[in-house]
C-alpha cells in the first residue's frame, strides 16, 4: 500500500481505536483512493488526509428533560461539524439509543463526501443523541426536542450548520425542534433546518428525495449496465422508514414489485406485492410494528429477526435495498443473497453493508450503488429547499423532483466515469470515492493551512 495512506490509515486508527464505525469508513474511503494519491505527492507535504480525517469541531452537550411520569432524565447530544470546506456544515440528526460519538462521525465523515458529490455548496456535519423515541408520547418527544435545541441553537445558523432529520428525526420532530429555535433566536430563520413542514418553510418533494433519489441511481445504474430497467424486477427493502418507504413507492412505478419490508424487530413478506398504503398507515400514522402488516394481509409472512442477520435478506430477489442502518447486511447476509440470484444492491442507509460485504458483491459482479451516493438525493434536496428559503419562494414538487433527478443521473455518472478513468469497471464504491475527493482536495489546497 502506498506508504502516505498507510502512514495516515495507521495514525487514526491508532488515535480513534475505540471508534469503530468511524475507522470503518474512513478505511473504506482511503484505500479506493490510493490509485488519486500514488499520482500526487504533494498532498503528504500539506498533510491533505490528516486534515480530511480530523473533524473540525464536535460538540456534546447534556440534554435534560422530563418525561410525563415527572422524572427527569439526562441524554447526551452530539453535533460533529466535520467540514465546512464547500458549504455550511450540513447533515441530519439521529435519535436513537445506540448513538454515540463513532457513530456520529462516520455519519459526518460520509456526509461530507456525499455532500460533495451533490454538486451543491454543503459542507459535512452530523448530530444526534442517545434518545430513543421508541414509546415517547408527543409531549415527551416536544419537551426533549426542546432541551437539546436550547444548546444546539448556539452552534448553528443558515450560513454555519443546517441540521436536517434521520433515523428517529421526521417531521415532527423537526418542527419542535424550529419553533424552539425561533423562540430563542427571536428571528424567522427558515434556511435552519431542511426538511420542515410544508407549512412554514419546507420544500415539497424532500420528504420523498431519498428513497425517489436511490430509485434514479438504480435506474441509471441498471441502464449502464445491459441496457435493464426496474419493470417486472422483485425488490426487498430493508426497514420501513422515511428512506424504506419512498424508495418503494418510487419501485413500484418504475414497475417493480416489492414484496418485502422489516422494522428492527423483524421481516414481512408480501408474495402479492407490499401494500404501501398499509405500510404508510402503520408507520407514518400509527407509528407501529411492521408485524402488524399481517393484521391487513392476511397472506402475508412474517420473519422474526434472530441475530445479526435480517430475515430479510434470505428472501430471494433481483434488487436487493438496505435502508435502515449501518452494517445491517452482513457477509452471511450477502452470500444468500448473491446465491439466491441478486443482480444489484443499493444502499438507501448509511454504510449498510459491512465491508466484507461489499468486497462479496464486487468479486461476484453485482451492481452495487454506494450510500454516499446513492442515498444523496435527500442532503441534494435539503439544500434545495436551503435555496428556496433564501430566495424566500416555493418551487413545485414537478420543479424539485426533476432538480432531483438531474442530480441523481450526474452523480451516477461521476460515479462511472472516476471508475472507467481509473480502470476499475464498474466498481462505483471507489468511483464515488475518487470522484468526492477530487473536488474536496482542490476545495482543501485552494484554502491554505485551514
Ligand atoms: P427512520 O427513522 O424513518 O426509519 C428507520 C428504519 O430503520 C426503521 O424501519 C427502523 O426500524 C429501522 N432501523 C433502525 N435501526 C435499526 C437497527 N439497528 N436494525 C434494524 N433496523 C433498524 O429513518 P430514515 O429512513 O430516515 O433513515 C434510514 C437510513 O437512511 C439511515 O441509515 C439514515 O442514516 C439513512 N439516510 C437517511 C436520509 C434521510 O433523508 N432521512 C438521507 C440519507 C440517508 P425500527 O422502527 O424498528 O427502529
Ligand atoms: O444521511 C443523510 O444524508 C441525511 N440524513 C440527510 C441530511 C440532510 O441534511 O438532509
Known sequence: MNEYLKKVLEETNTKNSNELEFLQAVEEVLTSLEPVIDNHPEFEKIALLERLVEPERIITFRVPWQNDNGDVIVNRGFRVQFSSLIGPYKGGLRFDKTVNQSIMKFLAFEQIFKNALTGLPIGGAKGGSDFDPKGKSDNEIMRFCQSFMTELQRHIGQDIDVPAGDIGVGEREIGYLFGQYKRIKDIYEGGVLTGKGLSYGGSLARKEATG????????????????QTLAGKTVTISGSGNVAIYACEKAY????????????????????????????????????????????????????????????????????????????????????????????????????TVKEGIEYFLQNNILFAPGKAANAGGVATSAIEMSQNSMRYYMTFKEVDKKLDTIMVNIFNSCKNYAEKYKLGNNYVAGANIAAFYKLAEAIKAQGFV
Not at 433519489?213 to 441496457?227: D, H, P, V
Not at 414484496?259 to 421481516?267: K, L, N, P
Open 212 to 227: 425517489y433519489g436511490l430509485i434514479y441511481f438504480m435506474r441509471e445504474m441498471l441502464k449502464a449496465n445491459g441496457n
Open 253 to 352: 412505478e418504475y414497475g417493480a414489485k416489492v414484496v418485502a419490508m422489516s422494522d428492527s424487530q423483524g421481516c414481512i413478506y408480501d408474495k402479492n406485492g407490499i401494500n404501501l398504503d398499509t405500510i404508510k398507515q402503520i408507520k407514518e400514522v400509527e407509528r407501529g410494528r411492521i408485524k402488524e402488516y399481517q393484521d391487513y394481509h392476511k397472506d402475508a409472512e412474517y420473519f422474526e429477526r434472530q441475530n445479526d442477520d435480517s430475515p430479510i435478506w434470505n428472501i430471494k430477489t433481483d434488487i436487493a435495498l438496505p435502508c435502515a442502518t449501518q452494517n445491517e447486511l452482513t457477509l452471511n447476509s450477502a452470500k444468500k443473497l448473491v446465491a439466491n440470484g441478486v443482480i444489484a444492491v443499493g444502499e438507501g442507509a448509511n454504510m449498510p
